[in-house]
């Protein structure tokens, strides 16, 4: 028997009735290179629907996939909506990528046309010989000085939106909600990127969960600056939350030094933030030029959040940072950090929460998986794989059959997200480390994110990573690189010295080599894998 | 083309998940007639599984709707679990009406099992030999000394629960969210009472939508006490929210007299309340008598909150009342009370929005449409008939093959909920009047409940309603009928000195009755069918 409810489907563009009626006059601003670009979220709605008939006009396919080389823009978020809401993919794309891997994205995509932001062209334009399906590209002017191509497949984005008729109801293609909204491809740590297809359900489930008390609880009462690029995953969903509940947003597009983010904290009011640590760390040396009063959050995601980082944030703004878990086969929120009610916990041991992921947000699950294919008891001792459901987290890699294609996936349908981790009785994640990141030493698992965690925790220490190295001996012993502040005076013996007594003996490092900087991935992360090829001068696999 | 999402249905099972994992230890209280009943999510978690097995072992069909007479209480939300995570349809009960309603609801629904607290036997039990489907009885002991029938169709149900073996995960029949979850009959004002028939995806969208930080924010830092029957409307959704988030529930079982409720407040430090108007009138004069500290949020729902109501509890305990509309056809909840941020209001004016319905969830869609069939304006003053739309509205009653076959829905699928009601241009709902309970005076409308509210405004009066009596003149002139405080010495006369320069002059009423008190439905609303009933001494249609 079936329940008589109405038939409303999930989508996108269900955002446009909000964006259109009660939040119309909420606000979007863009840094731009040429000054602040500004728009109610009436206006662009307004060019979200001309948009959808612009989509038409180039002869974009009905399903085919709409690549987007953009900053965090008013103009890549009106792209987010119009796109899905026409039936296409909008597919994001990582322009930090190697050219190589660039090729390799749009061609796996089959991107029929590409939103391009006017200070990307100097990346993308050369690259377009080797697109093999491309056949438009679409310049958002966003005030760089750029040479635009004089080339008759090179268009300009608001001389399109301002040419075309707005759309109707009635051109909103979507009408099953599993239907395919958009695509990121992971960023390739390992092996050739993979493409994560998220439907609208998905991004719709997403944007409700964000909103929850006990998640990010955002609501009208927010502005928020998504310092997350919005070409992975999403933006962490931050976009289409703020469309769906009305909270204003800042776009930081290319003004993303430390300094500039700050200053649009302070002249926007922002309530609510979110990046990778790499981005908090930079700007901690700029807090006392700003006032940040009105923020009430921030994320810093991406890996562990370091507990002295932490603690500097809120000894300077009284705003700790708090960690979220996620990847981008998981929408990618899945946890986020949370103090549990009910608890009395010292400052320091509340940052200390706030630093670890936290627990599961509704209608997505977790489950640690030890090696012996059983699932481990939630104690928080018991590690394991950790692996992950929900109507948010991928089932397959774009361009697969299915499940079984890939060994990412469990035969019961569950994601193997490729880290260690375990749960506590009050579901709190830890992750302990990266599958391929655990040093096997003598037979017993060291973690090189415990390691790298605590040797943050020294004064003089920017940054810190560990990976293992072969051993005669011991199999693999652990090798830290160092990064020191300037004008310090760190030595590999301080560092032992620090570890002592902080971790076990057999832990500490014989190698510790203090290095100018540590290699990053294209969205900000440590590579290791860099860092195992300059050290070792061997590729890693 | 379709994402690559996992296929995981919204379910009413899923809740399991939460309530065995990271809620396990987290409790909930029923106040019974002989002492507290308590227990923690994951015994009730247990004792779901075991009903499970119960409905199984007594031979409940497959998709069969399981009769609930029951009050508040821990064993009414394990039925609220388990029978829809069978595959069964839950069907709650309102025991408050008529014995022949109750036959036809029954009947209706072809229930193949009632379970039935103890003390409410004697309504039901009488009644068995009208029921035509009702095999079997359970009754659920809530130390009430009514007789237990000797009949060998009745069964305990401590004894199945204890006998039972738990079903495992394997046994939770359902994979389609759209499958049919619970059922609910409108308390039916007019006509016979209706079905509304909730699905799966519709409960758990809307628990989620109940933890949005701008609806009612609910988490697990709350303690819910839901007033508002388990028969109606699922509780308002509460149950189903606080086991999705971790809130701790207090259940007033048959404890629901003012004093015994405020006690309930204090002893068990409820965060978040919800009960009609009458209630929370009632509880007005005990309020000095209590620490009520810990409440956060107060809803009074099923009508317009009256502002010197909501001042009375603002003054004694700092908090007002907050209103939310919906309908047994919105699951219910579509709108809560909201004060839009950014904004100075005066205490008074703050207390005058949250007494009104507020804003729609997300998700959820209203429309005014004029007597010309079009949606007028966002303007606030515009008036029509309120429409609704969304995965958590009913699209045709239980039994009707479809939405064609009732004048309560739009061809293009809304539900035409028979409110008046003007919606502004921040969203803010207005409900002006029932379509049937308007005025029409000389060719123009008058409010009945605007007229009820101003009335009400005034020191010495308790209740009041207004209907339309005919009028040869004017075709129809309202009517008042006023409950006055004891000791009080209201008079008509005085009734009208207080409308004067408070609405039109037209509008007051030349016939005002000072009555010992206002009939109510099933449900506490003011029974206008009622009311005309015993002052015209007619059939209202």
């Given at each position: 028997m079936f329940g008589m409810m109405q038939d409303r489907p999930l989508v996108v563009s269900m955002l446009l009735e909000r964006m259109e009626g009660r939040f119309r006059g909420k606000e979007i601003v863009t840094a731009q290179a040429d000054g602040v670009m500004r728009a109610t979220f009436g206006d662009v709605a307004d060019r979200v629907r001309r948009l959808v008939t612009v989509l038409d006009g180039l002869g974009v396919p009905a399903d085919a996939r709409v690549g987007t080389f953009g900053w965090n823009t008013q103009r890549?978020?009106?792209?987010?909506?119009?796109?899905?809401?026409?039936?296409r993919v909008l597919h994001t794309i990582n322009h930090?990528?190697?050219?190589?891997?660039?090729?390799?994205?749009?061609?796996?995509?089959?991107?029929?046309?590409?939103?391009?932001?006017?200070?990307?062209?100097p990346i993308v334009w050369p690259l377009m010989k080797s697109f093999t399906t491309v056949r438009q590209i679409v310049v958002m002017d966003d005030g760089d000085s750029a040479e635009i191509p004089d080339d008759p497949r090179v268009r300009d984005y608001e001389t399109l939106v301002a040419d075309a008729e707005p759309a109707n109801d009635q051109m909103f293609a979507v009408h099953d909600e599993r239907s395919a909204a958009s695509l990121c491809y992971t960023s390739g740590t390992t092996g050739q990127p993979k493409g994560v297809l998220y439907d609208h359900r998905s991004i719709i489930l997403h944007a409700l969960m964000l909103?929850?008390?006990?998640?990010?609880?955002?609501?009208?009462?927010?502005?928020?600056m998504p310092v997350v690029p919005m070409f992975h995953v999403n933006a962490w969903g931050l976009p289409y939350a703020a469309l769906m509940c009305g909270a204003q947003l800042v776009m930081p597009g290319t003004a993303t030094a430390p300094a500039e983010l700050l200053g649009q904290i302070e002249q926007h009011s922002v309530t609510f933030t979110a990046a990778v640590t790499t981005v908090w760390r930079g700007a901690l040396q700029h807090l006392g030029g700003h006032d940040l009063t009105s923020l009430r959050h921030i994320v810093c995601g991406g890996g562990a959040v370091p507990l002295s980082l932490s603690r500097a944030y809120d000894e300077a703004i009284g705003q700790p940072l708090r960690n979220a878990w996620g990847m981008t086969e998981t929408s990618p929120v899945v946890t986020c950090a949370y103090l549990p009610p009910r608890t009395q916990l010292s400052r320091e041991d509340a940052r200390d929460l706030l630093a670890h992921p936290g627990v599961a947000l509704p209608l997505t699950q977790l489950r640690v998986v030890g090696s012996d294919g059983k699932v481990v008891a939630r104690d928080g001792k018991s590690t394991g794989e950790l692996q992950a459901a929900g109507a948010t987290i991928a089932a397959a890699y774009f361009g697969q059959s299915g499940p079984s294609a890939s060994s990412s996936f469990t035969d019961d349908g569950w994601l193997r997200t490729g880290d260690v981790a375990t749960i506590g009785p009050d579901g709190q994640l830890r992750i302990v480390d990266r599958t391929k990141d655990l040093i096997k030493s003598g037979g017993e698992w060291i973690s090189s994110v415990e390691l790298e965690n605590e040797i943050m925790g020294h004064?003089?220490?920017?940054?810190?990573?560990?990976?293992?190295?072969?051993?005669?001996?011991?199999?693999?012993?652990?090798?830290?690189?160092?990064?020191?502040?300037?004008?310090?005076?760190?030595?590999?013996?301080?560092?032992?010295?620090?570890?002592?007594?902080?971790v076990a003996k057999w832990w500490v490092p014989e190698q510790v080599l203090i290095v100018d900087e540590i290699p990053k991935t294209a969205t900000g992360k440590f590579s290791k894998v860099a860092l195992r090829d300059s050290v070792l001068g061997l590729d890693a696999t």
């Open positions: 890549h978020l009106e792209l987010y909506v119009a796109v899905p809401s026409s039936g930090r990528l190697f050219a190589e891997q660039l090729t390799f994205i749009v061609n796996d995509a089959a991107d029929d046309v590409l939103f391009i932001d006017r200070s990307l062209l909103q929850t008390a006990d998640a990010f609880g955002l609501g009208e009462s927010d502005t928020i004064g003089d220490v920017v940054e810190a990573a560990v990976i293992a190295v072969p051993d005669d001996k011991w199999g693999e012993r652990p090798l830290a690189c160092v990064v020191a502040a300037p004008g310090t005076m760190l030595s590999p013996e301080l560092i032992r010295q620090h570890l002592a007594g902080r």
